[in-house]
């Protein structure tokens, strides 16, 4: 099984800030890496794609990278709204996989 | 507009069973692979199944493997999920989710609202 490990658990940060969320998977798995964000009582949205495609109607400060085991999700000037936890899933091995996630929250 | 709407989720006792379903709409049903990911409460995301979008091919986590069964009615758009011998770490709000095409493959690229599973006596 492959382990996903994000890091930081938890960071609170100033509006305007920008964020950035590693993601580090236990093998290589490509770009086989996607992004969700959950806010409070709703179920998952997908926010990025396979490591850095990007999502029609995911505003654009929302953009990622990297490929192979280690991954970054980066939030360019956090809004209010960004609240919420992040998680990323890898679809290179069975079983599917998720970070234990990162709760972002407002100053 | 795709729509996922799940029910039949409720409170059970251990060892019971329950089956849950997820109504489908929006997009081509049977085009799209289809799973299930649950979340215990305050914990993160765990995939539970996954159905390609023939019904021909299944996987499942270990932790519901002989215990769970997934299957789809693509004349009914919907997708099922029957759960037995039902244990309190199976507690947990069931979503179910699309891929974008008929294999188990990439992203989710929609989640329903879920639909909560509560195992206790």
């Known amino acids: 099984e492959i382990v996903l490990t994000q890091s930081p658990d938890f960071q609170s940060v100033t509006p305007r800030e920008k964020v950035t969320i590693t993601c580090r998977a236990s093998?290589?798995?490509?770009?086989?890496l996607h992004w969700y964000q959950q806010k409070s009582h709703q179920s998952p949205k997908l926010l990025i794609k396979?490591?850095?495609q990007s999502i029609s109607g995911v505003p654009s400060r929302f953009s990622g990278s990297g490929s192979g085991t280690d991954f970054t999700l980066t939030i360019n000037s956090l809004e209010a709204e960004d609240a919420a936890t992040y998680f990323c899933h890898q679809s290179s091995n069975l079983p599917r996989t998720f970070g234990q996630g990162t709760k972002v929250e407002i100053k | 507009e795709v729509q996922l709407l799940e029910s039949g989720g409720g409170l059970v006792q251990p060892g019971g069973s329950l089956r849950l379903s997820c109504a489908a709409s929006g997009f081509t049903f049977s085009n799209c692979a289809m799973s299930w990911v649950r979340q215990a409460p305050g914990k993160g995301l765990e995939w539970v199944s996954a159905?390609?979008?023939?019904?021909?091919?299944?996987y499942y986590a270990d932790s519901v493997k002989g215990r769970f069964t997934i299957s789809r009615d693509n004349s009914k758009n919907t997708l099922y999920l029957q759960m037995n011998s039902l244990r309190a770490d199976d507690t947990a709000v069931y979503y179910c989710a699309k891929w974008v095409g008929g294999a188990v493959a990439g992203p989710f690229d929609y989640w329903g609202q879920g639909t909560p599973v509560t195992v206790s006596s």
């Open positions: 396979y490591a850095s």
């Open positions: 159905i390609s979008g023939s019904g021909d091919n299944t």
């Open positions: 093998q290589s798995i490509g770009s086989s």
